[in-house]
């Protein structure tokens, strides 16, 4: 079984950073695509971000690209995602999320397969 826990969550003011990490069980975590989404009140979870196994291939969201970095640590089974420049509209819940197909990246929620739990972001402005 595989588990994912995220943390790193709070409130900023606009333009603040937060630092997002995604602890993952299991030996395998480095064989596995890992995204990032998020999802704000009354609206549908979006891509966020998406990491492949090596970290070799990163694919953004047109809303956060350039503000927002992800990586990733095998040996630590655990993915970042540094957010720079933020602003309220980025206020949601985010969760990660591991994808176990054959693209590096992939951006569609419905294919990754485990997801934790979340964790709240507020930007106040």
């Known amino acids: 079984q595989v588990q994912l826990v995220e943390s790193g969550g709070g409130l900023v003011q606009a333009g603040g950073s937060l630092r997002l990490s995604c602890a993952a069980s299991g030996r395998t975590f480095s064989s596995y695509v890992m995204g990032w989404f998020r999802q704000a009140p009354g609206k549908e979870r979006e891509f966020v971000a998406a990491?492949?196994?090596?970290?070799?291939?990163?694919r953004y969201a047109d809303s956060v690209k350039g503000r927002f970095t992800i990586s990733r640590d095998n040996n630590k089974n655990t993915v970042l995602l540094e957010m720079n420049s933020l602003k309220p509209e980025d206020t949601a819940v985010y969760y990660c999320?591991?994808?176990?197909?054959?693209?590096?990246?992939?951006?569609?929620?419905?294919?990754?397969?485990?997801w934790g739990r979340g964790t709240q972001v507020t930007v106040s402005s």
């Open positions: 990491i492949s196994w090596s970290g070799g291939s990163r």
């Open positions: 999320a591991r994808y176990p197909g054959p693209e590096p990246t992939m951006a569609q929620a419905k294919r990754y397969d485990y």
